[in-house]
């Protein structure tokens, strides 16, 4: 497959009153359909072309230079994953993948996450309920805005060994679109002894398992979805599982989280600002982070904890692929400092060595 042109407007810079321009890829002649259908009905987004392959999309990139795409993770000839890496390379451009909830297809569309991909939605499946790709043109418009990150050749930093430094506080953060590269980043800089810490992420069931696995073996601390009752633990990251739960603090001092099995809060489940206000009780011995995400999940908890004497950081707008989450918690008053991602793992290892009711110099 020969290469992207490397001449092109910069994608997502469109003014705010046009509409979207949106190229569609995905093998399936039926689903390219069915998505189109969905998207055609929302004034903000326009088809610009389909492509069945991997070479149609390529040849309609260059001549459409649209403002996002959608890409089919399992295709002929080329794989979605590998044509992404291609893509990023050459003519990064916020894409969204489109991916069965398969256990091969979450694990592949984990990586694409952490390939530059803006966001993942899952294909409807047989006797699926409600509308079909539901969200889909939100999820587009934020994306055609998003930062995207050019990939590097350079080697990530090495998983850092028992640091033996004391840790104070538990660590929670929380967030949605982008933030699959985000975690990576900051659990990157953590030790083998790390704070206990709390993660939630706005994904499918599937996909939130894969993540988990991911994670475990790239950095020093333990990686794994939360169970409920467990205890937090130094060197532990517990990962909310997703599906009917919520990741909660237990009420009390026992130091132990609650899978909590009820409605969506602030449209999420799992939500970020379930797990936040779960952690009420123990604002002075928390330091939380919320990062890249469309919407407001988390602000309002991230502003509960704060007024409580937790330590509240945020990732920076220019680090941010969505500076949805942040920008909302800012505006809340919920943000004592505002973090480059460069910089965020350290800087939230620092605030969890800071003593219980203190606040950080």
């Not at 993660?199 to 939130?208: A, C, K, R, Y």
């Not at 009420?251 to 909590?260: A, E, I, K």
């Not at 407001?296 to 990732?315: C, F, M, P, S, V």
Request: with cysteine; proline share 7%; hydrophobic share 40%.
């Amino acid at each position: 497959m020969s290469s992207f042109h490397t001449t092109y407007d910069t994608p997502g810079q469109a003014k705010a009153a046009a509409p979207v321009r949106t190229l569609i890829v995905d093998d399936s002649r039926t689903m390219r359909g069915l998505i189109r259908s969905v998207l055609e009905r929302d004034p903000r987004i326009v088809i610009v072309a389909e492509a069945g392959n991997a070479s149609e999309a390529r040849d309609a990139v260059n001549a459409h230079q649209p403002d996002v795409m959608t890409l089919d993770i399992e295709m002929p000839s080329m794989s979605g994953l590998e044509f992404l890496d291609r893509l990023m390379r050459h003519r990064p451009m916020p894409v969204v993948m489109v991916s069965t909830l398969t256990k091969a297809g979450s694990v592949t569309a984990i990586d694409a996450l952490s390939k530059g991909a803006v966001e993942c939605v899952q294909k409807p499946t047989i006797g699926q309920g409600g509308s079909p790709f539901a969200g889909l043109a939100d999820i587009l418009v934020a994306a055609a805005s998003a930062r995207i990150k050019v990939p590097t050749s350079a080697s990530p930093a090495r998983p850092a060994s028992t640091s033996g430094r004391k840790f104070h506080r538990i660590c929670l953060l929380g967030g949605s679109t982008g933030a699959v590269d985000a975690i990576e980043q900051i659990l990157l800089r953590f030790p083998a002894d790390c704070p206990p810490t709390l993660i939630t992420q706005h994904m499918p069931e599937p996909f939130l398992a894969s993540f988990a696995a991911r994670l475990n073996p790239l950095v020093a601390p333990t990686v794994r979805l939360a169970r409920d009752g467990d205890e937090l633990r130094n060197g532990e990251v517990l990962i909310a599982p997703g599906g009917d739960f919520h990741l909660n603090l237990l009420p009390g001092l026992s130091r132990r989280v609650s899978l909590f099995a009820g409605p969506n809060v602030s449209g999420h489940r799992p939500s970020v600002d379930s797990m936040f206000h779960s952690a009420s009780h123990l604002s002075d011995q928390i330091v939380a982070g919320i990062l890249t995400g469309m919407g407001r999940d988390g602000a309002e908890g991230l502003a509960n904890l704060r007024a409580k004497g937790a330590i509240t950081l945020a990732q920076s707008r220019e680090s941010c692929v969505v500076f949805g989450m942040p920008r909302v918690a800012g505006e809340m008053d919920g943000v004592d400092n505002w973090v480059h991602l460069d910089t965020l793992g350290d800087a939230l290892l620092k605030a969890a060595e800071t003593p219980v009711g203190a606040k950080p110099r």
